[in-house]
Nanobody, 123 residues
Framework: VQLQASGGGSVQAGGSLRLSCAAS????????MGWFRQAPGKEREFVAG????????YYEDSVKGRFTISRDNAKNTVWLQMNSAKPEDTAVYYC?????????????????WGRGTQVTVSS
């Protein structure tokens, strides 16, 4: 499985960005997809995840109510809509996937990682 993320960039605080991640290769409805991020000097952290078989989602507390993850199984694509962006959202964002039915929040749970895309939120 190859993951290609896009949509990063710069935005002012309070603004919006939409990240996209297209998966290619062998995927089916037993894959969880999601996003992690890593800010300078900080550990990589889980942001959001979504299952393929029922569309269940899970968010890290600091993004709940601001970020929305969605997916189109037919297109093997997942999106992360980032609204009300804050400077602390500044990080490199990574798209992830793994063959499982339950969303995990640890990086080790995901076998497939895309190249990161930079998101910068200015105050």
């Amino acid at each position: 499985v190859q993951l290609q993320a896009s949509g990063g960039g710069s935005v002012q605080a309070g603004g919006s960005l939409r990240l996209s991640c297209a998966a290619s290769g062998r995927t089916d409805n037993r894959y969880v997809m999601g996003w992690f991020r890593q800010a300078p000097g900080k550990e990589r952290e889980f942001v959001a995840g979504i299952t393929s078989y029922d569309g269940s989602t899970y968010y890290e507390d600091s993004v709940k109510g601001r970020f929305t993850i969605s997916r189109d199984n037919a297109k093997n694509t997942v999106w992360l809509q980032m609204n009300s962006a804050k400077p602390e959202d500044t990080a490199v964002y990574y798209c992830v996937a793994d063959k499982r039915l339950v969303i995990f929040t640890t990086a080790q749970a995901y076998a497939y990682w895309g190249r990161g895309t930079q998101v910068t939120v200015s105050s």
